[in-house]
């Protein structure tokens, strides 16, 4: 069975570079550290806005139910533990599991 091939318009098709034109090259990222890490590439964040992203992690597993206090058995869903902190201080959580909902 032989196909048959649709013409296309010279719109469609690539332009030829010219001769001697220099190749088009694609802007050169951001030097990365020795390890090439991606995150190496990413803006330094400041003591606040790390302290926000954590308390905003720590009210989002709250208020969806998936951590427990200490001791407590861990229903289905919950994956993290609540630990006491000092009287008068903010309290910690632990990952114990992940989700096995």
């Excluded at 030829?16 to 090259?25: D, Y």
């Excluded at 090439?36 to 954590?54: C, F």
């Excluded at 208020?63 to 533990?81: C, I, N, Q």
């Amino acid at each position: 069975m032989k196909t048959k091939t649709i013409p296309r318009s010279p719109k469609d098709s690539p332009k030829p570079a010219k001769k001697g034109a220099p190749a088009a090259q694609a802007p050169a990222a951001p030097p990365a550290d020795a390890t090439g890490s991606v995150a190496s590439r990413l803006p330094q964040l400041s003591e606040a806005e790390i302290a926000a992203a954590k308390e905003s992690f720590e009210r989002g597993i709250l208020s969806r139910g998936e951590a427990v206090e200490k001791g407590a058995p861990l229903r289905p869903g919950t994956t993290h533990e609540i630990i006491p902190g000092k009287p008068g201080g903010p309290s910690a959580l632990k990952r114990k599991r992940f989700s096995i909902k």
